[in-house]
């Protein structure tokens, strides 16, 4: 099975909101609303940001949200801190119950 | 507040077999709502799913590993397991557990909370 795909890095100002995109197949992302995002700072564990597509986990800022259309989900982030330097993955379940990843967004905030 | 924590050899020897155990704190592995995942980064790389089991015994593999791995779970120490079998250096990696949401049957989603890694190098 092959890695969802995201564009390997990205970058933005403070204040600004950047979009990263994650694509499949209509084999999970597409079939599914079972895609999730995770936030991951250098040396620490995966932190879940948004949940089922849209939710977002209690404690998450409002800045993050996500989206979905056909075979590609989105996370937005506004208002870009510095304390959202971090990398991004998306995951998804698949028609093979099985879990996907992305390769990561390496995400810098100028 | 739920907390998960790996342990086992951070080093392995090529051709021998990895072990690793999830240690969940603040719940119990016994509950119906959840799956519980193993994930793993090599250095430098991106995050790969290994595998889920359910209490009930059901248990779930990436394809690309699944000849050499088994997961498992013991309830009475509210622990799950990983054993990945015949270790190359390609299996060196940062090894994460964690607690994954159930969808529904045979459905699963998104992984919640994590434990800190631990760190496997397969060496001679």
């Known amino acids: 099975q092959s890695a969802l795909t995201q564009p390997a890095s990205m970058s933005g100002s403070p204040g600004q909101s950047i979009t990263i995109s994650c694509t499949g197949s209509?084999?999970?992302?597409?079939?599914?609303?079972?895609v999730s995002w995770y936030q991951q700072h250098p040396g620490k564990a995966p932190k879940l940001m948004i949940y089922?597509?849209?939710d977002r986990p209690s404690g998450v800022s409002d800045r993050f949200s996500g989206s979905k259309s056909g075979n590609t989900a989105s996370l937005t982030i506004s208002g870009l801190q510095a304390e959202d330097d971090a990398d991004y993955y998306c995951?998804?379940?698949?028609?093979?119950?099985?879990?996907?990843f992305g390769g990561g967004t390496k995400l810098t905030v100028l | 507040q739920l907390q998960l924590q790996e342990s086992g050899p951070g080093l392995v020897m090529p051709s021998e077999t990895l072990s690793l155990t999830c240690t969940v704190s603040?719940?119990?592995?016994?509950?119906?709502?959840?799956?519980w995942g193993w994930i793993r980064q090599p250095p430098g790389k991106g995050l790969d799913w290994i595998g889920s089991v359910y209490y009930g015994g059901a248990t779930f593999y990436n394809p690309s590993l699944k000849s050499r791995v088994t997961i498992s779970m013991d309830t009475s120490k509210n622990q799950f397991s990983l054993r990945l079998t015949s270790v190359i250096a390609a299996d060196t990696a940062v090894y994460y557990c964690a607690r994954q949401n159930r969808a529904a049957a045979g459905k699963f989603n998104w992984f919640d909370p994590w434990g800190q890694g631990t760190l496997v190098t397969v060496s001679s």
């Open positions: 089922d597509v849209s």
């Open positions: 603040g719940g119990s592995v016994s509950r119906n709502s959840y799956y």
């Open positions: 995951s998804s379940f698949t028609a093979s119950s099985t879990v996907l």
């Open positions: 209509s084999s999970d992302v597409g079939d599914y609303n079972y």
